[in-house]
DNA sequence: ACCTGAACACCGTTCAAGT
DNA sequence: ACCTGAACACCGTTCAAGT
């Protein structure tokens, strides 16, 4: 039976459409989504109980890379490098990223950022947890406070990235340090 | 003629009403704006040419309060601290009128805070320049900037306020300096 | 079981008719 | 001139019918 491979065939197509979509400006038609993605808007719903859930699991995909890093990074560096790097790359990633994080909503981004502090939150804790056992970074922030400082990066706009970026970030990690 | 009053009545009360719809939980509806402030749908849009224009005057009212508080702080405090308070009065302001805040798209914030800075732009610059020329704040940073990274402010809960907005005003104050 | 797409619901916006 | 509110447009979501 070959059906059950259409179901993840159009699982992934879905989010593959969902995934350039919301990369071009304006807003995410899930009307569009289903279009490209070639299924009907049942369809959809079916695989993403509604948009919520379709941005939620777009998201989960994307962070993955940003959790990975951060394990490396702090293996390979010292810790105050090791967070410069996981922001530069956090701020490369939100760049291009950028049209699903400002998708995402609130309550999503909330849910995930919290609740067992998620993946984010535990990469996080290790890259904070690392300057603060060394003397080198404040020891009072958790992982929820660079979350919300780095939301920052999904209201710059394209134009001023190169310029203001690097230096907010500068100045983020300044503020990090003891 | 008691008709041009009316007019100036119906602007004052769409804009309240507005203000008090936009503190509640939950989307604003346009619908809801016109309905309590005992309006028919089309006066609304007599007032404001469409949704992002009802925002911005209410934004606009709401951010000349801050605007004058710069100006108090830089005479009556020394550079540093003015901002300490100036970040502490914005993170109240952010508190209570969070919602409107959150409800202002990013075309128009943007617009607002980049078109000759804006009146909050100037504000900063004024609190901006006291503490570099006092050789205290970094001097590479712009208005814009402590814009971007206080938008943290519109994605803190309000169970957590307490507790975190404090250290992240201190976190990001600490970045400012030099 | 899974899929389709027409139909429904909701809300921003417009406009014909009233004063 | 200004106001009203029904009507229209758009898009998220549902569901009857098809395979």
Redesign the pocket.
Known sequence: MA??S??T???AAILDAARALVAEP?????????KR????????????????E?LRALYEQEIDTLVALAATLIEEHEPTEALRRWFAQLAAYARVKGGVIAAVEDSVWADLSTRTHGKLGQALTGLLGAGSAAGVLRDDVDPRDVILLSWFLAHVEAEEWEVRVPRLLDVLLAGLLR
Chains 1, 2 share one sequence.
């Open positions: 059906e059950r259409d179901v065939r159009n699982r304006g807003e995410l038609r899930l009307s569009a989504v289903a993605a070639g299924v009907g808007q049942g369809t959809l719903y079916r695989h993403f109980a509604d948009r919520d379709l």
